[in-house]
């Protein structure tokens, strides 16, 4: 099974930017969509953004226009996040979904936190 670690969560005013990463142990290609899903405290975990083998994407409307999923041909994807408002404090996670399987596998999650 496919193995995701997420990095390039920290600290941020409102109004900044961070950029996200997900490393897979294999190349994800046409084999996986991916996504990333953010859980803020006491909430539900929510889909952000994702992006399919052919490139095709879908965002979340409380992010359009501000965030930008993409991915390279080998094993990374990444979530550029600009216009950061306090409300998108959260833990933020990778997510691939089979292509073929459906099966979900997820990152650890890297925290986001942004200050007014």
């Known amino acids: 099974q496919v193995q995701l670690v997420e990095s390039g969560g920290g600290l941020v005013q409102a109004g900044g930017s961070l950029r996200l990463s997900c490393t897979a142990s294999?190349?994800?290609?046409?084999?996986?969509?991916m996504a990333w899903f953010r859980q803020a405290p006491g909430k539900q975990r929510e889909s952000v953004a994702l992006?399919?083998?052919?490139?095709?994407t879908n965002y979340a409307d409380a992010v359009k226009g501000r965030f930008t999923i993409s991915r390279d041909n080998a094993k990374n994807t990444y979530l550029q996040m600009n216009n950061l408002k306090p409300e998108d404090t959260a833990v933020y996670y990778c997510?691939?979904?089979?292509?073929?399987?459906?099966?979900?596998?997820w990152g650890q999650g890297t925290q986001v936190t942004v200050s007014s």
């Open positions: 992006i399919t083998g052919g490139g095709s």
């Open positions: 997510a691939a979904r089979g292509t073929i399987s459906g099966i979900m596998y």
């Open positions: 294999e190349r994800t290609g046409n084999t996986y969509t």
